[in-house]
């Protein structure tokens, strides 16, 4: 018999305890995942537009294929040899700049930031970090203490300096000179850090901000700020576990959007198709100098199994050319909204590429200050009517659209007809 | 066609880089594995007599079965209701006394050791961690510099000192006061921690400790160190990550065996049998203080997928009785062992419980002198006879005897006599 909601809960709550949380104000529970459709435990489907771990789809056939083959095979650790690993960290290196040659894998990524970090703190002997306002990087220690969307900046240790968002909408600059505008704060971090001996480790940022707000960075500003970071010895860490993997359409990763190489890419989510594998993506230098001074063995990161998962879903989106249908769909999308737009004052703004939009809700166009309370109705609304959807930013006033790969116009048409529809009931 | 040894070591080299190792003076390139057995490429089959991950054997067929059916079904994160996370957790914490009743979930060892300091620093407000000397933890900032055995004392940040492990054979205290004697080191670093100003957070011990040498804590030892953090405001930390999970087959986890309850216990490696699961099983005042200060997600943590292998795990480990088969082929193990030492004066000690047992090897029985090239000989000159095994301990003197649960008295005998043949040849 299907237990309630209310039994799981308080099962949940026993168990688990308080720091876990659940979404949605009528949690959902969920028994089957099919593509971009999720069932509860009523055999209720809803459409999903915002995970971003099921890249490729839930229970992706080419997947669950690879992992079912690999399991029941062998999952060994790293040392010993294994083609899996092999294949795919090849595969993966291969959508990177040469540069970008050698592969760190974990199985979180919390885990791939703890490692560009330590990495970066290593070769340049700093241990300084510069971090974009309301930023989320993971859940370790040396990881939190940078989150600054939970940290209080009173809170911040003195080697970490914020510097606001690049953010050209609410932001603090906008116009033509907002580039180096906020540039000129990553020099003044710089010089902050430096003042206190601790120096530049590394400037981490989200390449699009998601817990900031889908912030997207003006032209310019990555290779800008990155110039201005190692010329104080840093490093460079582009943070895409949420946005990599072809997400935005128009490139593989978001930074070569931006006219920048990292020395650091960290990637996580989408990777596995919902198995633990995260990476960081590095330069052979600063894997040699950390070699020189440390041990470094991950039990479980780059396993046959997890690497399986992670081949089949790069396969999958080159084979079914999902990175195009992202692009086009997510064209698709955003032309409707701003059809929407004209029939909802509350739609402040539609911004992003492919499937990663926010559609950033305001009361007051002209002030542009955030509707929270309605994202929130608009939220559970919206699951109410079938379909699935998040909000995110500093006033939780953004709708995450970031649906699977395989989202097509149909799917979009059926979207765009509930937020039309909810929009309309909850304003 | 099957790629050489040497051309999959060419391409570990490029795409994964130096901090990437390989066991073996010649590695081993692993295609399949079953039950205790692994084959390499050449379909040569090796008796696995040492890896703890695969717990209940490589590919138990319970265990492919339960990931196989899991992952064709759903695999989303834990914050919607999903009622695998609760059956394993609830039927997890039904193998712990009644206070350790909150469990909070990671992908790894480190993430779970992670969470334990996290937790303790926040319930306590103390900075300061006690950890014994060459310990190894994890590999996060975090918690590698609580790791002893790769970061050198004087490289220590003030916050962490180090306690002497609780050796009676090789350490500086033996006999009767041994238990006093370590004991008071214990005060010593609450002292200097206080002293320091960081109070203590916590003591963070391996139950058995693997690094240090599989050392066992004298009688008495666990209870007394608890008692003396605790009345200094600080909490234990029982790292169980290699010993839990009834390998030692006397209890299901190893501080049963000495009369204290943790306020923390962490685990991971065999958990999911090889899939990334991991946690730290708490008592639910810590989580209550640290729900209140912090906001936790852990993308992978809890899944359908690594959960539905936990509890697989724990199925075979109960329907098979097997933790009653480590104890009992572990003694008879034992037995032999020690019949095996009038023939080889190299076996200076033979220490453990169930399969977990540490086999020292000595060049003087006399002095306790270890036996380090001759162990890598023997680890070596074991594989090339089909049994796979290991060395760890400061000076990498121990021959590690950890098999699959599974391992019989034929398997036993089997390496047993590769041991003998295997000593013979390489004193």
Redesign the interface.
Known sequence: MT?T?AE??A??N??????????YDE???????EDVW??DADGRKYLDTY?N??HVG??HPD??AA??AQ?????????????T??DY??RL?ATFEPAL????FG?????AN?MA??LA?THTGNKGVIVTECAYHG????I?EISTR?VPVSALPDYVVTIPAPDTLRGRYRGANATDQYVRHVEEAVATLTARGHGVAALIIDTIQSSGGTVIAPPGFYAKAAAVVRAAGGLFIADEVQAGFARIGTKFWVYQDHDVVPDFVTM??PMGN???LAACVTQ?AY??T??KA??????????P??TAAGLAMLEVIERDGLQANALAVGQYMTGKLQALAERHAVIGDIRGSGFFIGLDLVTDRATMAPATALTARLVNGMKERGVLSGAIGPAMNILKIRPPMTFTRAHADLMLGVINETLTAVS
Chains 1, 2 share one sequence.
């Open positions: 237990p909601n799981l809960i099962r949940r026993k168990v688990l305890g308080p720091a876990y949380r659940l979404f949690p959902l529970h969920i028994v089957r995942g999720l069932f995970n771990v099921p839930h229970s997947v669950v992992v079912t399991i029941a095979k062998v999952n060994i650790h790293t040392r010993y040899l294994h083609e690993i092999l960290a090849e290196t040659d050698t592969v760190h199985c979180s990524g919390t885990e703890e970090l330590r703190r859940h370790s220690q040396s939190y939970d996580g989510k919902g198995m633990p052979r894997v040699e950390f070699a440390n041990k470094y063995f991950n039990t479980f990161a780059g396993i199994v997890t």
